[in-house]
């Protein structure tokens, strides 16, 4: 019964996984796509407030990490009462205390500059698509920036305080030798994942509500993955940062259009 259950399970689970996997491909490819567009249409323009916000964010947030990393390591090794073990001890805290500040910092950093420059973002992805539909561009709308605003904010919450969660998570478990090679690579798909939907959101906020978002990009984890794993690796750089967020909105608005035509 197990067997049968299991095998009939099979091809379901298959399907799922290239799913993941072509979604995950289209995620990588569509930022090749959201050059193009850029160029074709001139955003530039749409660049310069996250660039600028980035700026000001990160070099914040860079200060606060320097100043308490060193504090962390010294307060968890004041934890550890006994002589025997102190050295091993002391290295483990100053790594730890390091990776867990830098990269709570760059979740909060990556999160506040979704929220900030959001309805910027907003404003760009509807562009892209109406250029895309051939559709007239909309008026500006006070009253649609704000509303914009507010869901952004509310979307950035939910990722940040989950994103958080899972990354304290794996941080924990890495301090096991035998889960330490894991934990990075959950951290980073797991924060590719929260990235991806917060980019992917600035073009599904005008087709749906906040729930069926969620059950959207659940749907399409690959993509949001995809999308996420190229926005990190160019925050991390040393120039990526300054583009890397209405590069990954114009990347997202380009893949979701088939999708979203596809759903009706």
């Not at 009462?81 to 002391?90: L, N, Q, Y």
């Not at 900030?116 to 559709?135: D, I, Y």
């Not at 797991?190 to 906040?210: C, I, K, M, P, S």
């Not at 749907?219 to 794993?229: F, H, K, Q, Y």
Request: hydrophobic share 55%.
């Amino acid at each position: 019964m197990y067997y049968l259950t299991f095998s009939s399970n099979r091809p379901i689970f298959h399907a799922k996984i290239n799913s993941m996997i072509g979604g995950f491909l289209k995620g990588l490819s569509s930022y090749g796509t959201a050059i193009q567009l850029t160029f074709r249409y001139g955003l530039w323009l749409y660049y310069l407030v996250p660039a600028l916000i980035s700026i000001l964010l990160g070099g914040g947030i860079g200060y606060g990490i320097w100043s308490v990393s060193d504090d962390l390591a010294g307060w968890m090794m004041g934890l550890w009462p006994f002589e025997w073990g102190k050295a091993w001890v002391d290295n483990v805290a100053q790594v730890f205390g390091g990776l867990a500040v830098g990269a709570l910092g760059f979740v909060i950093f990556r999160n506040l500059v979704l929220a900030l420059a959001g309805p910027f973002m907003s404003l760009l992805s509807e562009k892209v698509e109406r250029k895309l539909s051939g559709q007239p561009a909309a008026p500006f709308s006070v009253s649609g920036f704000v509303s914009d605003l507010i869901r952004g904010l509310r979307i950035a919450l939910r990722l940040i305080v989950r994103e958080l969660f899972f990354t304290v998570v794996f941080l924990l478990l890495g301090l096991f030798p035998l889960f330490s090679p894991f934990a990075v690579v959950f951290i980073f798909v797991t924060q590719a994942y929260y990235a991806g939907f917060g980019n992917l959101d600035f073009t599904l906020e005008r087709h749906f509500r906040v729930r069926d978002s969620i059950r959207f990009v659940r749907r399409n984890r690959g993509l949001a993955i995809g999308n996420g794993t190229v926005y990190l690796l160019l925050l991390f750089s040393v120039v990526g940062f300054l583009v890397a967020l209405p590069l990954a909105t114009v990347a997202g608005c380009a893949a979701l259009r088939p999708l979203l035509e596809k759903e009706g």
